[in-house]
Nanobody
């Protein structure tokens, strides 16, 4: 079972950028598709982005397309989420998650390991 630890959250003004990192333990990281999800206060957890095991394919929720980029470095057992042009509505706790297949859809139930989350706050 892979274990995940997120970092890189913080507070920024609208229009700013942050890069989230998710470090994974275990030797099987490169066999997992990886995803980022977020949860705002009073709202359900929602899909943000997903990347296949090799990093060859990615998918994003519509509201972050063109602003967020998911990437991974399998040599470092790390997945990233570069967030640019941040908006107040991006404020949430961000979670990385691992799916034990080479590719996964946005359905949270596919993801079997989750990090503890990192807070992102965007002020207007």
């Amino acid at each position: 079972q892979v274990q995940l630890v997120e970092s890189g959250g913080g507070s920024v003004q609208a229009g700013g950028s942050l890069r989230l990192s998710c470090a994974a333990s275990g030797r099987t990281f490169s066999t997992y598709a990886m995803g980022w999800f977020r949860q705002a206060p009073g709202k359900e957890r929602e899909f943000v982005a997903v990347i296949t095991d090799t990093g060859s394919n990615t998918n994003y929720r519509d509201s972050v397309k063109g602003r967020f980029t998911i990437s991974r470095d399998n040599a470092k057992n790390t997945v990233y989420l570069q967030m640019n042009s941040l908006k107040p509505e991006d404020t949430a706790v961000y979670y990385c998650a691992a799916c034990p297949f080479v590719a996964c859809s946005a359905y949270p139930g596919n993801f079997k390991a989750w990090g503890q989350g990192t807070q992102v706050t965007v002020s207007s």
